[in-house]
T-cell receptor, first 115, second 116 residues
Framework: AQSVTQLGSHVSVSEGALVLLRCNYS??????LFWYVQYPNQGLQLLLK??????LVKGINGFEAEFKKSETSFHLTKPSAHMSDAAEYFC?????????????FGQGTELSVKP | ETGVTQTPRHLVMGMTNKKSLKCEQH?????MYWYKQSAKKPLELMFV???????ENNSVPSRFSPECPNSSHLFLHLHTLQPEDSALYLC???????????????FGPGTRLTVL
């Protein structure tokens, strides 16, 4: 069965510092990959996604992620953290051959940003 | 209203009550989803509907009963729930559920359910 692992349930950075949130997936065939963000008391908002083509994907709010097939990873980065980036971040995969639209989510990483 | 809306935002119910959660999408999408988000656990897919037909039931107990009367509305009927069913229930929609990878899911704000 496919799975998604997010390393670190909580990450804390200082404002202006690099943000790195890690995501690894298990799949013999590269799936479609997503990062979602969830602010308190809100639903999930899509940050970015990888389907095919360029492996470096740019998303909203200055975030980007790079798909590395050899490492089965899809880490999320942002060069300079802002206080408004504090939220929970979820990595998700959709198996390439899945017909039912099923997304498999990681357990989430809570990002804190210190002033 | 835009995007995906859910009502109510908060619900407290006893184990013998019957209640319903409502989701409405204003995006013209053909697929809708129910997810359960429990503390410290990954989101769990519960049901998927495509063009008002259920295409996936992810081994959900029968005390949860979905209904999709049209492509814009999705309900989750609840009865005889257990305290462990307390969670945030999220609705999502997407244009399609095909394998193209373009079926990005858009989420509503969720209903926070507490079962006493």
């Amino acid at each position: 069965a496919q799975s998604v692992t997010q390393l670190g349930s909580h990450v804390s950075v200082s404002e202006g510092a690099l943000v790195l949130l890690r995501c690894n997936y298990s799949s013999s065939v590269p799936p479609y990959l997503f990062w979602y963000v969830q602010y308190p008391n809100q639903g999930l908002q899509l940050l970015l996604k990888y389907t095919t083509g360029a492996t470096l994907v740019k998303g909203i709010n200055g975030f980007e992620a790079e798909f590395k097939k050899s490492e089965t990873s899809f880490h999320l980065t942002k060069p300079s953290a802002h206080m408004s980036d504090a939220a929970e971040y979820f990595c998700a995969v959709r198996p390439f051959y899945n017909q039912g639209g099923k997304l498999i989510f990681g357990q989430g990483t809570e990002l804190s940003v210190k002033p | 209203e835009t995007g995906v809306t859910q009502t109510p935002r908060h619900l407290v119910m006893g184990m013998t009550n019957k209640k319903s959660l409502k989701c409405e999408q204003h995006l013209g999408h053909n697929a809708m989803y129910w997810y359960k988000q429990s503390a410290k656990k990954p989101l769990e897919l519960m049901f998927v509907y495509s063009l008002e037909e259920r295409v996936e039931n992810n081994s959900v107990p029968s005390r949860f009963s979905p209904e999709c009367p049209n492509s814009s509305h999705l309900f989750l009927h609840l009865h005889t729930l257990q305290p462990e069913d307390s969670a945030l229930y999220l609705c999502a929609s997407s244009q399609e559920i095909g394998p193209s990878g373009t079926d990005t899911q858009y989420f509503g704000p969720g209903t926070r359910l507490t079962v006493l």
